[in-house]
């Protein structure tokens, strides 16, 4: 699992205060990103290799608003892999209370947006850390 930790700038809120519920997607971009990185899976370094993971299905529930300059925890894990996908969970907390819950679902594409199998020694990473 990886833990990134973000405070809510104003830009990041809607006129209650609270934070704009598509900003949570934006948090689970950054805590996918992260995670990978913490695997040894560079994002930058899979594009250039012609690589591409487009959102094919994403998912949040809503418990609890995070509001500005609050400093939420953005927990990430490896939910599945298949052959050319995975998925990844997220919680996003204030210290222990849980704000909200998701996941995101990305295919593995080439240049053409083509659909195509994981590389083999980037699913072994990946599978290694189901769960992480």
Do not use: W
Not at 29 to 45: A, H, W
């Amino acid at each position: 699992m990886s833990k990134l930790n973000l405070r809510i700038s104003y830009a990041d809120t809607d006129q209650m205060g609270m934070v704009y519920y598509a900003n949570y997607l934006r948090y689970f971009e950054r805590g996918r990103t992260e995670l990978l990185r913490e695997i040894g899976i560079n994002y930058k370094e899979l594009e250039e290799k012609g690589f591409y993971l487009p959102v094919l299905t994403a998912e949040c529930k809503y418990i609890s608003p995070a509001k500005y300059d609050d400093v939420i925890i953005v927990e990430t894990r490896i939910y599945e892999v298949t052959a050319a996908s995975i998925t990844c969970y997220y919680e996003v907390k204030l210290d222990e209370k849980l704000l909200v819950i998701g996941k995101t679902k990305h295919a593995f594409v080439n240049k053409d947006l083509k659909p195509v199998r994981i590389p083999k020694d980037i699913k072994e990473i990946l599978e290694k850390h189901l769960g992480y």
